[in-house]
């Protein structure tokens, strides 16, 4: 029989017919009509291939045809027929998928979770009972826990990084930030103690010992160094070591102070000079008149208060004006003879532009323009005691407080004197603070504001850098 007679007709030119050896051509027979069928496959490729029904071959049967596919485009027409649990396995493997990708998502939550929760103890410091030490990397390394090993070096970022658009945790808000490191901590206020006596803080400190804290602890970065009894400085070697221990950014001021008018000595005198000889002397205090004395010393401390303004030519004149006590002579709400008499003593010795501190003010406002418009600079230093004024006179005091010029008001605590907590019994110059946060209550204004304006205010009179 012809060999081409064995192929259904229409399909000589699609395949080949692969041959084995001369014994199996002979065995080769014309498929039946119903194996001879034709499978119609979609061009488009979309569904797959049906085989058609067919009789199972009998043992005497001869082998069928083994086509093989062509090399060329027409591969897709002649795909090996799928088994009968074709469909089932594939369905069985896309749900693996599935939870292979879920598996995958919920250990990538997991990790990010994680990173968030060491970030956050990072930021918080150091665990209780945990080693925590410097980082070459300039990190900080944290322990996490017994048997944890220790968390790796994480670098706080300097600035707030925006979050990334690309997805959910990807990035760092601001937000994140301010909620795990907090605001950071601002700088202390600074301050200017512009009237304080050290060496009487140091026989206080010597009989007791300071009880409390300042309620609003500032940095004191400068000071007025005054030293009003010649008893003392007079010493031999006082100033010397006073000059030695003077801080930068103070000065000192030098002078007598009105109680001891009487039985002062020209050796007294004479070291008040030398005192005022050396340039750090930026003032000379503490010098004026004070009636709460007995009335006999009155004369004496006006002499001596002209004899020490023929040496202010050049220097703060620090005033020290205080009426009298009770129902003596003198005595008033505000001393406004007081400060007549020294304005009126001051204008005949002294020129229009003589740099003046008064210190411990405690008069009105219409004492306050008096000045003002005799003395181009005239200062006005407020202590602790403003905190608790009592009488007639409180209301017109708290007004002469807020009628300063901003440019022409001082702090002062007088320490160990003047307490703005009377109780507490003496005070340091690092309870400037307390005071400024009193002015700045009656004036109606921030702490910082009063702080700030006085310091300049100070290193503007005493000529201070």
């Known amino acids: 029989m012809d060999s081409e007679a064995l192929l259904p007709p229409g399909v000589e030119d699609e395949i080949e017919v692969e041959i084995g050896s001369a014994s199996e051509v002979g065995s080769l027979r014309a498929p039946s009509e119903a194996e001879s069928t034709e499978i119609n496959v979609e061009e488009t490729g979309g569904s797959a291939p049906v085989e058609a029904p067919c009789e199972p071959a009998s043992e005497a049967d001869p082998p069928k045809l083994q086509m093989a596919p062509q090399a060329s485009g027409t591969l897709s027409e002649h795909l090996p027929l799928a088994s009968p649990g074709a469909d089932t396995q594939k369905r069985k493997l896309s749900e693996a998928e599935r939870a292979q990708k879920r598996y995958k998502l919920n250990k990538r939550r997991k990790e990010r979770g994680k ?251 219409d004492i306050v323009d008096e000045w003002t418009s005799t003395f181009t600079y005239a200062y006005f230093g407020v202590t602790g005691s403003a905190s608790y004024y009592c009488g007639a006179g409180a209301s017109l005091k708290k007004l002469g407080i807020r009628s300063i010029p901003q440019n022409r008001l001082l702090l002062e605590t007088d320490a160990p004197y003047l307490p703005v907590r009377p109780r507490q019994g003496w005070q340091t110059e690092s309870f400037i603070g307390d005071v400024g946060q009193v002015v700045a209550s009656i004036r109606g204004v921030s702490l910082s504001q009063v702080l700030e304006e006085t310091t300049i205010n100070a290193r503007e009179l005493y000529c201070l850098k």
């Open 115 to 365: 990173r968030a929760k060491q970030a956050k103890k990072l930021a918080q410091g150091p665990l209780s009972g945990t080693a925590a030490g410097p980082s070459t990397s300039g990190g900080l390394t944290v322990g996490v826990g017994r048997g944890r090993g220790q968390m790796p070096t994480w670098l706080r970022p300097p600035q707030p990084v925006e979050s990334s658009p690309t997805g959910r945790g990807r990035g760092i808000t601001p937000q994140m930030l301010e909620h795990v490191l907090g605001e950071r901590p601002r700088p202390p206020l600074q301050a200017f103690d512009s009237h304080y006596h050290p060496d009487r803080i140091d026989l206080k400190r010597a009989k007791t010992q300071l009880q409390g804290e300042p309620c609003h602890p500032v940095k004191v970065v400068g000071g007025i160094w005054n030293f009003c009894d010649p008893v003392r400085y007079s010493a031999p070697g006082f100033l010397d070591r006073v000059f030695r221990e003077l801080p930068e950014g103070y000065a000192v001021a030098v002078g007598i102070h009105p109680k001891q008018a009487s039985g002062l000595s020209r050796y007294h005198f004479e070291a008040l000079r030398l005192a005022l000889a050396d340039p750090r002397v930026r003032g000379i205090s503490e010098v004026g008149l004070d009636w709460s004395t007995d009335d006999s010393e009155w004369g004496a401390q006006e002499q001596l208060f002209e004899r020490l303004l023929g040496l202010s030519t050049g220097r703060v004149l620090v005033l020290h004006l205080r009426g009298a006590n009770g129902s003596r002579a003198g005595n008033e709400p505000i001393p406004r003879s007081i400060h007549k008499l020294a304005r009126d003593a001051i204008r005949r010795r002294c020129p229009a532009t003589q740099r003046i501190h008064l210190h411990c003010f405690m008069g009105s406002p």
